[in-house]
Structure formats: C-alpha cells, structure tokens
Nanobody, 126 residues
Framework: VQLVESGGGLVQAGGSLRLSCTASGSTLDYYAIGWFRQAPGKEREGVSCISSSGGRTSYTDSVKGRFTISRDNAKNTVYLQMDSLKPEDTAVYYC????????????????????WGQGTQVTVSS
C-alpha cells in the first residue's frame, strides 16, 4: 500500500485544516491508521489513530477536543480535521498503517506502524 497525505498549508492560529490520507495499491479496510507529526528538532509523535472498523479512535492529550479523525473506506481515505489550531501544532504530518490484532484496536505508538506517507506541512502562524 502507498499513502499520500494532502491538505496541509499555512493557517492563522484559531483556524482549521483538514488533512487527507489516501491509499493506493491496497484497500485500507483492514488497517488501523495513525496520524503522526514531527516538528523541527523534535521526535515524531503520535497524534491520533482510528481502528480498522472505525469504531475506536484515540488522541494525544494536546489535541483532544480540537482534532477529529475519521475514515471513508469507500474512498480509501482517512481524514484528520484540525480545528482551533495553535502555533505549537506546526509540524510535518504523516499518516501510517498498522495491522492490529482486533478491528477495534487503535494504538498511537510509532512501533505499531510500518507503512508511511511522505508527509504534509502544516504551519500555524500566531
């Protein structure tokens, strides 16, 4: 499977962006999908994940209540709706796939994910 992220850009603090992660070469139906981000000089961190069933989601504390992950298997795409953006959300955002033990499983740790997209830049100005 190949992943392509899109939807990044420059936005003012308080604004919104919707990132897309579109797959080709394979269906995403059986994969949990994670969103990660990496700011300059920092480690790549998990932001959110969604189980293959779509029934379970998880968020890192810093984005809870502001970001929403969703998936549309018919379009082979996962979305990350980002609202109330802050300058500290500035980073390159990546999506990745993971095969979890159960369709309701969703874990944010990097170690669970093996196929990654190339990333999309999100810049939030103050």
């Amino acid at each position: 499977v190949q992943l392509v992220e899109s939807g990044g850009g420059l936005v003012q603090a308080g604004g919104s962006l919707r990132l897309s992660c579109t797959a080709s070469g394979s269906t995403l139906d059986y994969y949990a999908i994670g969103w990660f981000r990496q700011a300059p000089g920092k480690e790549r961190e998990g932001v959110s994940c969604i189980s293959s069933s779509g029934g379970r989601t998880s968020y890192t504390d810093s984005v809870k209540g502001r970001f929403t992950i969703s998936r549309d298997n018919a379009k082979n795409t996962v979305y990350l709706q980002m609202d109330s953006l802050k300058p500290e959300d500035t980073a390159v955002y990546y999506c990745a796939t993971a095969l979890m033990a159960f369709p309701t499983s969703c874990l944010i740790g990097r170690e669970f994910y093996d196929t990654w997209g190339q990333g999309t830049q999100v810049t939030v100005s103050s």
